[in-house]
């Protein structure tokens, strides 16, 4: 069983930057997209940031100009960069792996911006 951990959330002043980490525990194939998703109090769950098979990225008019989403397949890991980061942006963050015949997510990882 394929478990993603994301790590690099924490608490960050408004303007700052965070990068997260979702690293795969094992070799993940025929990977159809690696994504970002986020979850604040009390809202539904929603995309943030996508990256497909062939390195095509896609953003949430929300983060766009200020999240980068990155993969690296050697290590089985995609990225989140996030900078000038809003309060608004406070929420826990899942990254998320689909593949042919499997949908993976991880545990998901805290992000607090203060004002």
């Known amino acids: 069983q394929v478990q993603l951990v994301e790590s690099g959330g924490g608490l960050v002043q408004a303007g700052g930057s965070l990068r997260l980490s979702c690293a795969a525990s094992?070799?993940?194939?025929?990977?159809?997209?690696m994504g970002w998703y986020r979850q604040a109090p009390g809202k539904q769950r929603e995309w943030v940031a996508v990256i497909n098979s062939g390195g095509i990225t896609t953003y949430a008019d929300s983060v766009k100009g200020r999240f980068t989403i990155s993969r690296d397949n050697s290590k089985n890991t995609v990225y989140l960069q996030m900078n000038s980061l809003k309060p608004e942006d406070t929420a826990v963050y899942y990254c998320?792996?689909?593949?042919?015949?499997?949908?993976?997510w991880g545990q998901g990882t805290q992000v607090t911006v203060s004002s």
């Open positions: 998320r792996v689909l593949t042919t015949g499997y949908d993976y």
């Open positions: 094992a070799s993940i194939f025929s990977i159809n997209q």
